[in-house]
């Protein structure tokens, strides 16, 4: 879900049909009280997204670990820092579209909000590692040796290799975009704090 700040207040983001017949979004009705996430420095025009899927999903995660000892990883792409925006995305066929563009085929995206998420789990009595970069996370597991001994034991496929490590890990790709936290139940069983974090 999205929420917009106007002058008359939030307001729900929300999708209706324009006079040609198309898709278009618009805004709800002001709400009567700012929905959690908002925060009084948003000016006019601030949009807040908000996954209110997130929140069960950590509760049945931890719900688990009450009864078993576990972690539960997870990796994508969002922000670590709660900064606000408008993250929704559509993909066509490998390619950015509007949102509303080829409904049914396109695949629709929105940022992990990785502060809410450990807040979350702090709130349900986890325990969280991270949110680090999955570059970072990725080099704590060692992916730079294991790619050399990889393009020794191979070195026709060494520019596979290079490329596909630079995808994962490069700053400029998934290393910077993607992020990583891991929960983990608080029952001591005498483990160490999970690799690469």
Request: hydrophobic residues 40%; glycine residues 12%; aromatic residues 4%.
């Amino acid at each position: 879900r999205q929420y917009v700040a106007t002058p008359a207040g939030w307001r729900e983001k929300q999708v209706g049909i324009g006079e040609d017949g198309a898709l278009m979004f618009g805004l709800g009705a002001p709400l009567p009280l700012p929905p959690a996430c908002a925060n009084a420095q948003d000016e006019p025009g601030q949009v807040r997204d908000v996954a209110p899927g997130l929140a069960p999903l950590v509760d049945v995660i931890a719900a688990r670990f009450e009864h078993h000892i576990g972690r539960a990883l997870f990796i994508d792409y969002g922000d670590i820092t709660g900064a606000p925006g408008d993250s929704l995305q559509a993909l066509h066929r490998h390619n950015k579209c509007h949102p509303l563009d080829h409904v049914g085929e396109a695949d629709l995206t929105a940022h992990v909000d990785f502060n809410a998420l450990v807040t979350h789990a702090h709130q349900s009595g986890l325990k969280t590692h991270g949110p680090i970069s999955q570059r970072a996370f990725l080099q704590g597991l060692g992916i730079e040796p294991r790619a050399q001994a990889l393009i020794v034991a191979n070195p026709h496929c060494a520019n596979d290799v290079h490329s596909a490590v630079e995808r994962l890990i490069g700053t400029e790709h998934m290393g910077a975009l993607f992020n990583v936290v891991c929960m983990d139940s608080t029952r001591n069983d005498g483990r160490g704090p999970p690799l690469g974090i």
